[in-house]
C-alpha cells in the first residue's frame, strides 16, 4: 500500500482545467521531498512529466505544471486535451521507508 | 538521446528464475549521477519499485522482494540485469528499466519501453 495517495479517477471536457492531488505525509512531501509526475498513455511506458515539483523536462507542453502544499501536492492539466487520456503517477521519497522512492496509487484522466 | 531497452524471455514457468537484461544507449552507466532500476506494473495495477544498482555496483532491493532478486550491472557492455527467482503467477508484469537521477529528491528521467514476462506453465 502506497504512502502517497492520488484520486482514482479525474475526468473533464477537452479544454477544461484539471487537477490531480497527491496526498502525504510528515514523513514524505511534509519533510520537504519533492514530488515527481509520471504520464503513461494507454500501452506505453511511463514518462517523466513533472520533476522536482515543478519542472516541465523538454518536450512537456506548458499546460502542465506542478505544485506542492505542506503534506500534499497537485498536477494541473490547464486546457486538457484528448491525447493527455492515460494514467498519471506521483513519486517522491520517504524518510521512513528502506526504499526511497514511492509511487503513487495513480489516477487515470478522462477526457469527455 | 538516452535510450534503455529490456530484453530477456517473454515466458517464464512457475519456480524457475526470471532474467531480464537493460542495454543503455546514448549515456554511460559508469556515470556517478544515476542509479540505475527495475520496476514492474502488473496489468492493470501501479508500479512497484524492485531494485537498483550503482555504477560501483552497490545495490538495493524493495524488501518485499529481497530474498528473491539479483540486479547486477557490467559497465564493460552499458548494461545491467534482473534476476527475479522462484517465480510466480504473481510476478506476471511489465518489467520496466529506468534511470534514477541522483539527489536529495530522486527521480526517473528516462524509462525502457517495457518488457512483458508472463509466468506459467
Known amino acids: 500500500q502506497s504512502v502517497l495517495t492520488q484520486p482514482p479517477s479525474v475526468s473533464g471536457a477537452p479544454g477544461q482545467r484539471v487537477t490531480i492531488s497527491c496526498s502525504g505525509s510528515s514523513s514524505n512531501i511534509g519533510t520537504g521531498y519533492d514530488v515527481h509526475w509520471y504520464q503513461q498513455l494507454p500501452g506505453a511506458a511511463p514518462r517523466l512529466l513533472i520533476y522536482l515539483t515543478n519542472n516541465r523536462p523538454s518536450g512537456v507542453p506548458d499546460r502542465f505544471s506542478g505544485s506542492k502544499s505542506g503534506t500534499s501536492a497537485s498536477l494541473v492539466i490547464a486546457g486538457l486535451q484528448v491525447e493527455d487520456e492515460g494514467d498519471y503517477y506521483c513519486?517522491?521519497?520517504?524518510?521512513?521507508?528502506?526504499?526511497?522512492?514511492?509511487f503513487g496509487t495513480g489516477t487515470k484522466v478522462t477526457v469527455l | 538521446q538516452v535510450q534503455l531497452q529490456e530484453s530477456g524471455p517473454g515466458l517464464v514457468k512457475p519456480s524457475e528464475t526470471l532474467s531480464l537484461t537493460c542495454n543503455v544507449s546514448g549515456a554511460s552507466i559508469r556515470s556517478g549521477s544515476y542509479y540505475w532500476n527495475w520496476i514492474r506494473q502488473p496489468a492493470g495495477k501501479d508500479l512497484e519499485w524492485i531494485g537498483r544498482?550503482?555504477?560501483?555496483?552497490?545495490?538495493k532491493y524493495n524488501p518485499s522482494l529481497n530474498s528473491r532478486i539479483i540486479i547486477s550491472i557490467d559497465t564493460s557492455k552499458n548494461q545491467f540485469s534482473l534476476r527475479l527467482s522462484s517465480v510466480t503467477a504473481a510476478d506476471t508484469a511489465i518489467y520496466y528499466c529506468a534511470r534514477l537521477v541522483v539527489g536529495p529528491s530522486p527521480f526517473f528521467d528516462y524509462w525502457g519501453q517495457g518488457a512483458l514476462v508472463t509466468v506459467s506453465s
Open positions: 544498482i550503482y555504477s560501483s555496483g552497490s545495490t
Open positions: 513519486q517522491s521519497s520517504d524518510i521512513r521507508l528502506s526504499d526511497p522512492c514511492v
